[in-house]
């Protein structure tokens, strides 16, 4: 079974996205394709990269994650493909792939150079077609391009540990469905940095104490039901290893959401606190 994964910022009002599925099957009809989102905010990459670490892992190795947001080729933007911990990515060189490599290093990174081995009047996701179907028969990285060691790094949303150790900060880079706030704090960072020290959390002029278990971790007895805790604000670790802020039982019709209750949102900082 091969598959190819796809994220992209097309939405799904116009044809891209079926258009997209119908070149990948004119070339390699044996393809299996998965849609992780179509509803990237548009041109960011920080959330693409996001929703592809937090997906890619659930697939067998050796699918392949195209990932069509801001993908135009420029003189400054390449197009490269990457075997990273068993997975294959294609994308611009955007600095998407760099928020995922922070914790496992490449095993090989190649620039995309069949461009001019396409049709006259192709386009990006042409040559991502292209390459995602190569690859997905079995080919070779060496086939579609040249062995490059370095990828565009983004710096400015990367969570920073103070110089005494006594806390993190991060950003919000991702709001879900449910009004979620994902942030780019991991589980693991929290972990080491405490030392079993207790932790705040803090953004704007609010705190958290602590992070639960689950959007459900609260006090059940006889004066309390979980009902009684709805539109509670919480934090967790989700099941990406991120730390997000949550209202428990969230309905942006309702109860509201962290996004709406809370006024986070994209890029706003997110401080852990060590006692």
């Known amino acids: 079974m091969s598959i190819i994964t796809l994220t992209t910022d097309f939405g799904l009002k116009d044809h891209f996205v079926g258009a997209l599925k119908g070149k990948i099957l004119s070339c390699y009809e044996g393809a299996v394709i998965v849609d992780i989102s179509h509803h ?3 041109f960011n990459i920080s959330e693409a990269s996001y929703i592809v670490g937090a997906a890619y892992n659930s697939f067998p190795q050796s699918t392949v994650h195209l990932i069509g947001v801001d993908a135009e080729l420029t003189k ?16 611009a060189d955007n600095g998407v792939l760099s928020l995922l490599t922070q914790r496992i290093l490449p095993e090989k990174i190649v620039e995309i150079n069949i461009h001019d081995r396409l049709p006259e009047g192709s386009t990006e996701m042409d040559a991502f077609v292209m390459v995602a179907c190569h690859l997905a028969k079995g080919g070779l990285l060496n086939v579609i391009g040249r062995e490059t060691n370095e990828i565009k790094q983004i710096f400015d949303l990367q969570p920073v540990v103070s110089p005494d150790s006594n806390s993190i900060r991060g950003y ?3 709001i879900d469905h449910f ?6 704090i991991t589980k693991k960072q929290v972990k080491e940095l405490a030392k079993g020290r207790d932790y705040e959390i803090t953004f704007s002029t609010k705190s958290i104490k602590g ?3 689950g959007y459900s971790d609260f006090t059940v007895n006889e004066r309390f039901s979980l009902k009684d805790y709805e539109g509670e604000k919480l934090a967790i670790f989700n099941e990406a290893g991120f730390l997000e802020i949550a209202i428990y039982r969230s309905n942006p019709s309702t109860v509201g959401t ?6 986070l949102k994209f890029r706003d900082v997110v401080n852990v606190i060590f006692k």
């Open 40 to 42: 990237v905010d548009l």
């Open 76 to 91: 400054e933007t390449r197009h490269i493909a990457m075997l990273w911990n068993g997975h294959y990515f294609i994308c």
């Open 172 to 174: 919000v880079v991702y």
């Open 179 to 184: 009004g979620n706030c994902v942030t780019n």
């Open 211 to 213: 992070v639960k278990s």
């Open 258 to 263: 962290a996004k709406t209750l809370l006024g």
